[in-house]
């Protein structure tokens, strides 16, 4: 019963967000290192916010689902409706 109670929050260690945030710091700064101008960090720089932005979409997106599965499972032992 206490597994059944504790599933919404089984996949919050896998997202794989540190790990891909990570490497996505790493390649941004491999890709700085090798700008030739100023034109080169600016395009580098705003591939990397884009790239920041839809991980943290994601992450948002994630928490969401998170959120609504443990408001519906705290509902179910009070007897009330979803």
Do not use: C, W
């Not at 109670?5 to 700064?29: K, Q």
């Not at 034109?39 to 990397?48: G, S």
Request: hydrophobic share 40%; glycine share 4%; aromatic share 8%.
């Amino acid at each position: 019963m206490r597994r059944k109670r504790l599933a919404p929050f089984r996949n919050i260690h896998d997202a794989g967000h540190n790990d891909a945030a990570v490497a996505t710091g790493a390649e941004f700064v491999q890709k700085l290192s090798q700008a030739k101008n100023l034109e080169d960090v600016v395009k580098i720089q705003t591939e990397f916010m884009s790239a920041q932005l839809s991980s943290f979409n994601e992450q948002a997106k994630d928490i969401g689902e998170i959120y609504t599965r443990t408001a519906t499972a705290m509902r179910t032992p009070f007897g009330l409706s979803t």
